[in-house]
């Protein structure tokens, strides 16, 4: 029998939002030390074993990936922000932004579905992950997308 690749995709959420059915999504509750509210139906919460949830403010979605590299042991993570998914499907074509990015008002099942990312399209997101050492976007020129290179980006951002 094969063995099939332990991954996760955990799924950085801060309000009640759909989360595509696929049994290696894991929703995680960011900035749960900072709100006595507890969102229904997140698989875990950034602010249990060792964490940085109280200073989700300044890290944003940061603090589920924190959390679960100090805390989950798994061979493969990945991580999701609520509104903002990678696409398995190399042959959706959608316009992209400057971002490269398809902008959807809501993530339905048929865009799930499209994107194949929904429980259908498993034993092809395993064999992505497996192939590969890391699944990102792909790559655009920051300087041309928004003006400011990475580095300009952080230093017009210091909070002093």
Same mark, same amino acid.
């Given at each position: 029998?094969?063995?099939? *690749? @332990? ?5 950085? #959420?801060?309000? *009640? ?10 929703? =995680? ?16 919460? @950034? ?26 042991? =798994? ?14 499907? @190399? ?10 990015? =398809? ?7 048929y865009e799930t579905n499209a994107m194949h990312i929904d429980n259908r399209y498993l034993k092809q997101?395993?064999?992505?992950? @497996? ?14 997308? #928004? ?14």
């Amino acid at each position: 029998m094969e063995k099939q *690749p @332990d991954i996760r995709i955990f799924i950085a #959420c801060h309000k *009640p939002t759909y989360v595509p059915e696929n049994p290696i999504f894991y929703p =995680v509750q960011v900035g749960t030390a900072l709100t006595e509210k507890r969102l229904e139906h997140m698989a875990y919460r @950034d602010n249990e074993g060792d964490n940085i949830s109280g200073k989700n403010p300044d890290y944003c979605e940061l603090t589920a990936q924190y959390w679960a590299w100090k805390n989950i042991d =798994v061979e493969y993570y990945g991580f999701f922000h609520y509104r903002r998914y990678l696409s398995f499907n @190399d042959s959706l074509k959608e316009k992209v932004d400057n971002w490269n990015i =398809v902008t959807k008002n809501y993530l339905t099942k048929y865009e799930t579905n499209a994107m194949h990312i929904d429980n259908r399209y498993l034993k092809q997101i395993e064999n992505m992950v @497996d192939n590969y050492d890391v699944l990102t976007m792909k790559p655009i020129d920051l300087k041309k997308a #928004c003006g400011l290179t990475v580095y300009e980006q952080y230093k017009k951002d210091i909070r002093p």
